[in-house]
Nanobody
Framework: QVQLVESGGGLVQPRGSLRLSCAASGFTFRSYTMSWVRQAPGKGLEWVSSINNAGGTTSYADAVKGRFTISRDNARNTLYLQMNSLKPEDTAVYSC????????????????WGQGTQVTVSS
């Protein structure tokens, strides 16, 4: 079955960096656009970034543009999120999510999410 397992979260000071990973299994990873989403305490789910199946096209929310970089390694079935210049408002549970439709880039639903990894930005 499909599994998405995030890692790499933790406590970091403002202006610090973290690299999140999402290990995928149970589906043909290289065929699907993947995304990172986050949920801050008391707030709804927020889309962060997406990357197409080949890794050549990316998109970012305005709140993270220029600070976060999404990437993937299709040989290792792993999705990454490099987060630099972190701010307290980046504090959230970060999850990876899989597009429901293969070989597609654009508006689409997600059909699987990981359980998430906590990122806390605080001095």
């Amino acid at each position: 079955q499909v599994q998405l397992v995030e890692s790499g979260g933790g406590l970091v000071q403002p202006r610090g960096s973290l690299r999140l990973s999402c290990a995928a299994s149970g589906f043909t990873f290289r065929s699907y656009t993947m995304s990172w989403v986050r949920q801050a305490p008391g707030k709804g789910l927020e889309w962060v970034s997406s990357i197409n199946n080949a890794g050549g096209t990316t998109s970012y929310a305005d709140a993270v543009k220029g600070r976060f970089t999404i990437s993937r390694d299709n040989a290792r079935n792993t999705l990454y999120l490099q987060m630099n210049s972190l701010k307290p408002e980046d504090t959230a549970v970060y999850s990876c999510a899989k597009y429901s439709r293969s070989d597609f880039w654009g508006k689409n639903e997600y059909d699987y999410w990981g359980q998430g990894t906590q990122v806390t930005v605080s001095s």
